[in-house]
C-alpha cells in the first residue's frame, strides 16, 4: 500500500480551511511546526510514564497537526527553502522523541523486547526519511517524487504506530489477575506486533527508494552498469 501524491494532495486541500483558521489567529507556517513539535514532545513523555492510551492518542494528533503548517504556507504564497528544513528536521525530532519515549517506557515496564523492537522501527524508519532526503539531493526524484515510493511512507507508520499502542491499551497491559507474572499482556504484544511491522515496513520501504534511485541512475546514464567484480572497493555512504 502506498499513498499517491495527489492523495495526499487531496488530503491537504481538505486540512486547508484548519490551517487558514490557525493563520487567521496570526500563527505562522513555523509557528505551527513548533506547535506541532511540542504536541508530538508530550505524547512521548506520556509513553515514557506507560500512558499508552492517551500517549498514543496525543502523538496522532502530533502528527495529524504536523500537515497543517506546509498546507499553510502554500496557501498564504510564504513556502520556503528554510520552512521545508524546519519541517523536516522538526519531524525526524518528534519522531525520535516518540520512540525514545517508547524506549523508556517499555524498559520501566520490565518488556525486555520492547526497547530492542523499538529501537529497529525507529533505525528503519530514520532510514526511510534519509534515503529520500540523500536521493532527492544527489538530484533524483525531483519534488516530492520519492514520498509515494515505498509501502511505508511517514503517514503509514504512523497510523500503525498510534492505532497499536491505543489497541494494547484497549486490550490490555498489565498482567491477567492470577496469571504468571513473566507472561507477556496482550496489549503489550500488539504493541510489540506494530513496532515489528514497523521496522519489516520501514526497511522494505528502504530497499525500495534504493531500487527507485538506482533505476533512475541507470536510465540518466543510458546504460547497464557492468556488474561488480570481488576486486572493487568499498563504496562510500
Known amino acids: 500500500m502506498t499513498i499517491s501524491n495527489e492523495t495526499r494532495g487531496r488530503v491537504k486541500k481538505i486540512g486547508e480551511p484548519i490551517a487558514l483558521f490557525f493563520g487567521r489567529l496570526g500563527l505562522t507556517p513555523d509557528g505551527l511546526t513548533l506547535i506541532g513539535f511540542a504536541i508530538t514532545t508530550v505524547g512521548a513523555v506520556l509513553l515514557g510514564l506507560q500512558l499508552w492510551l492517551l500517549g498514543g492518542l496525543v502523538v496522532f494528533v502530533g502528527g495529524v497537526f504536523d500537515m497543517f503548517d506546509g498546507t499553510l504556507a502554500r496557501a498564504t504564497g510564504r513556502v520556503s527553502k528554510l520552512g521545508a528544513f524546519m519541517d523536516s528536521v522538526f519531524d525526524r525530532w518528534g519522531e525520535a522523541l516518540v520512540y525514545v519515549g517508547l524506549v523508556a517506557g517499555l524498559a520501566s515496564a ?89 521496522a519489516v515496513g520501514a526497511t522494505i520501504t528502504v530497499v525500495q527508494r534504493v531500487l527507485h534511485t538506482r533505476a533512475q541512475a541507470k536510465a540518466a546514464a543510458g546504460a547497464t552498469p557492468p556488474a561488480p567484480t570481488t576486486e572493487a572497493g568499498d563504496r562510500a555512504s
Do not use: H, N, Q
Open 110 to 198: 520490565g518488556w525486555a523486547w520492547g526497547p530492542l523492537l523499538a529501537a529497529a522501527a525507529m533505525a528503519s524508519a530514520f532510514l526511510v526519511s534519509y534515503a529520500r532526503a540523500k536521493s532527492e539531493g544527489l538530484g533524483f526524484s525531483a519534488g516530492t517524487g520519492m514520498a509515494a515510493v515505498g509501502v511505508m511512507p511517514r503517514e503509514i507508520r504512523l497510523v500503525i504506530l498510534c492505532g497499536g499502542l491505543v489497541l494494547g491499551a484497549l486490550v490490555g497491559t498489565d498482567p491477567a489477575p492470577g496469571a504468571d507474572p513473566a507472561a507477556i499482556p496482550m496489549g503489550i504484544l500488539v504493541v510489540y506486533a506494530a513496532l515489528a511491522i514497523l
